[in-house]
T-cell receptor, first 115, second 114 residues
Framework: KAGVTQTPRYLIKTRGQQVTLSCSPI?????VSWYQQTPGQGLQFLFE???????NKGNFPGRFSGRQFSNSRSEMNVSTLELGDSALYLC??????????????FGPGTRLTVL | DQQVKQNSPSLSVQEGRISILNCDYT??????FLWYKKYPAEGPTFLIS?????DKNEDGRFTVFLNKSAKHLSLHIVPSQPGDSAVYFC?????????????FGKGTLLTVNP
């Protein structure tokens, strides 16, 4: 079974621009969660989508948004990029989502650098 | 408000010895705990988990201990191998309410020296 894939793997943007990251979950998984990883903060939860609906959201500003398509693929968008948005963005998929105890499988991440 | 804390940013051990990684949590609603391992340039991979109805779970060289009264869990790796060198994240979740997302600690970098 193919794992979670994320595209692109690396991205360089400048302040003020916007960016869209893509995540394809494991086949059959209906939940996709997004996390931001920075050296000082560890993994911070952004949001979770399940069956095309945002089911949970972390404490990030509205510049961070996402969506999920009917095939469970998900995109994350960051508008008006700031230097502090430079991070590794990780996507994770699971069968039932973060509600209920089931394992999340992570993709390799997208390394975003904002100049 | 950091609900899952890994107070040791790094740990160095000799090959063959025991590695003990610690994790504390503050939210009493957490009832499921997981450990993930992360190598550079890769996403975290699931290692082992434990439900709050247990106090120990073992999988090969990896054992997780849970002390609910102290709100503390630990991951033991015996014997440690150089390939275990990675960042280890502790995570917690709870059924229901607003706590059902996975909450991660900041990670501990384990270095196993040959």
């Amino acid at each position: 079974k193919a794992g979670v894939t994320q595209t692109p793997r690396y991205l360089i943007k400048t302040r003020g621009q916007q960016v869209t990251l893509s995540c394809s979950p494991i086949s059959g998984h209906r939940s996709v969660s997004w996390y931001q990883q920075t050296p000082g903060q560890g993994l911070q939860f952004l949001f979770e989508y399940f069956s095309e609906t945002q089911r949970n959201k972390g404490n990030f500003p509205g510049r961070f948004s996402g969506r999920q398509f009917s095939n469970s693929r998900s995109e994350m968008n960051v508008s008006t990029l700031e230097l502090g948005d430079s991070a590794l963005y990780l996507c994770a998929s699971s069968l039932f989502g973060t509600s209920g105890h089931n394992e999340q499988f992570f993709g390799p991440g997208t390394r975003l650098t904002v100049l | 408000d950091q609900q899952v804390k890994q107070n040791s940013p790094s740990l160095s051990v000799q090959e063959g010895r025991i590695s003990i990684l610690n994790c504390d949590y503050t939210n009493s609603m957490f009832d499921y705990f997981l450990w993930y391992k992360k190598y550079p340039a890769e996403g975290p991979t699931f290692l082992i988990s434990i439900s709050s109805i247990k106090d120990k779970n073992e999988d090969g060289r990896f054992t997780v201990f849970l002390n609910k009264s102290a709100k503390h869990l630990s991951l033991h790796i015996v014997p440690s191998q150089p390939g275990d060198s990675a960042v280890y994240f502790c995570a917690a979740s709870a059924l229901g309410g607003s706590n059902y997302k996975l909450t991660f600690g900041k990670g501990t970098l384990l270095t196993v020296n040959p």
